[in-house]
């Protein structure tokens, strides 16, 4: 089945103690985006990447790392959680970078902050 | 700053009416234009995609655009208690990143 999958779907960290959200697709896209998805301001996208090792910043990228080693992979990395990253965050693949690629999204991971 | 609006909801209708979702976009160059349902704790899904100027039809499903207007919108017809999520509206503006962006959503409330 094709699929894109988060990992873990629920946390509850303390401020400033590392944490990463995985991110594994099936579908051998090679474009991948993370974003969080809050009330009343929508999804955002926090970094995007078009290839293995090709990353660049989206919208909201500040206290955020990612990696691209291997096409299928794409983590999200928070080296010093805040109360602020406290949010639904979303993985989501697309087959390519044309404009009418649709993007799959991950079941979300649903981050808490205290 | 490129913009993606969606009218303000929630919006509520009756089960077998027609629900009308409008979507604005600010870049005239835009491309691709999507509808994503999310129901309430889950991830976005695509309903449809459309990128020519009029309509397309799947289903009970009808997207209009117009880019004169800088205007997409989804139509559900005969609507029913599952269509009750939020809808999201996604634009493609091309470019190096060609990055969605994404309306806030508008929630829709089908009454039986």
């Known amino acids: 089945e094709a699929q894109v999958t988060q990992n873990p779907r629920y946390l509850i960290t303390v401020t400033g103690k590392k944490l990463t959200v995985t991110c594994s697709q099936n579908m051998n896209h090679e474009y991948m985006s993370w974003y969080r998805q809050d009330p009343g301001l929508g999804l955002r996208q926090i970094y995007y990447?078009?290839?293995?090792?090709?990353?660049d910043k989206g919208d909201v990228p500040e206290g955020y790392k990612v990696s691209r080693k291997e096409k299928r992979n794409f983590p999200l990395i928070l080296e010093s959680p805040s109360p602020n990253q406290t949010s639904l965050y979303f993985c989501?693949?697309?087959?390519?970078?044309?404009?009418?690629?649709?993007?799959?999204f991950g079941q979300g991971t649903r981050l808490t902050v205290v | 700053q490129k913009e993606v609006e969606q009218n303000s909801g929630p919006l509520s209708v009756p089960e077998g009416a027609i629900a009308s979702l409008n979507c604005t976009y600010s870049d005239r160059g835009s491309q691709s234009f999507f509808w994503y349902r999310q129901y309430s704790g889950k991830s976005p899904e695509l309903i449809m995609f459309?990128?020519?100027?009029g309509d397309k039809e799947d289903g009970r499903f009808t997207a209009q655009l117009n880019k004169a207007s800088q205007y997409v919108s989804l139509l559900i017809r005969d609507s029913q208690p599952s269509d009750s999520a939020t809808y999201l509206c996604a634009v493609n503006m091309g470019g190096a990143n060609s990055k969605l962006t994404f309306g806030k959503g508008i929630t829709l409330s089908v009454r039986p």
């Open positions: 989501a693949s697309r087959g390519g970078w044309a404009a009418n690629t649709e993007a799959f």
């Open positions: 990447s078009m290839n293995v090792e090709v990353t």
């Open positions: 459309i990128y020519s100027n």
